[in-house]
């Protein structure tokens, strides 16, 4: 099972990102898929899950309303649509499926 993580990057306050989780190695439609973050000094925070089996979404209330989590079956690929963008969304960006990680992306929120 591998995860690949993309899209990261330094953006101003309300800016946007996509960032991408690219999988392979499990069959996609059958595992929820989730993003989890790690800002400095803190606990890693699960913000998003999507289950591709049932199509469920949830979302985490520090990011509700402005993260959009979806999935392309067709690329075994999960996105996170992120929009005003924070300076406390500042982290590194993981995605997981069962106990897999893929190895995280940067965000960074800062003017």
């Known amino acids: 099972v591998q995860l690949v993580e993309s899209g990261g990057g330094t953006v101003q306050p309300g800016g946007s990102l996509r960032l991408s989780c690219v999988t392979s190695g499990f069959t996609f439609d059958d595992y929820a898929i989730a993003w989890f973050r790690q800002a400095p000094g803190k606990e890693r925070e699960g913000i998003s899950t999507i289950n591709n089996n049932d199509g469920k979404i949830d979302y985490a209330d520090s990011v509700k309303g402005r993260f959009t989590i979806s999935s392309d079956n067709a690329k075994n690929t999960v996105y996170l649509q992120m929009n005003s963008l924070k300076p406390e969304d500042t982290a590194v960006y993981y995605c997981?499926?069962?106990?897999?990680w893929g190895r995280g992306t940067q965000v960074t929120v800062s003017s």
């Open positions: 997981r499926t069962l106990h897999y």
